[in-house]
């Protein structure tokens, strides 16, 4: 990806050592490679979140909840996610909450001060899944105007052939729900802060 407002991948969950690897058997995805161990940045420590990571992050820091909002980056729906400390970017404003993708948009000169003021986008990136598969393939659903965020977490579910994800839409954050997982979704890497 050459901006965060791009879409990246798709990857079944876990598949850090195989990431082009697709099955519809769940079963196939039964050990957990993270994404992190197997990049090539050149600076290492990069890892996949887990559940508890994304709680944190979109519910338990303090003022979570106006360190989030909905919008538009480059007319490309998604979150933006604020650091704790913010400060604000002159002449830019940001609206907390999930209520529209019309709440927060920003062209990329506006997006540039945001980012360098610690802001990240994630887009609103959907999934691939047994519904979008044509002739055995998968058919991928972007880029586009996607209706949700799917960000896949380091963290099984209680079902086998579920994984925790984070998912957010126009009016709706859920840091950790469940989903199949042979869907194929994004990933969103972090490193710790030392």
Known sequence: MSNEWDYGGYFCWGTGNRPTYWSLDDADF???????DYVSYSEGGWRTMYAAD?????EKRPQAEFKRGTGKVCGIHGLILLPDGWKGV???????????????????????KMKEAGAVFLPASDM?????????HPVDPGPHY???????????????????????????????TAQRRCFRQSVRLVRDVK
């Open 146 to 176: 996607g209706a949700a965020g799917l960000y896949w977490t380091a963290t099984p579910s209680g079902e086998p052939q579920k994984a925790q994800c984070m998912f957010f839409s126009e009016g709706h954050v859920h840091p950790s």
């Open 54 to 58: 994304w709680v944190y992050l979109l």
């Open 90 to 112: 002159e002449d830019i404003e940001f609206s907390s909450g999930c209520i529209s993708w019309d709440d927060n948009v920003y062209i990329r000169d506006q997006w540039m």
């Open 30 to 36: 039964s050990s957990f490679y993270d994404w992190g």
């Open 128 to 136: 691939i899944y047994e519904g979008n598969i044509s002739d055995g």
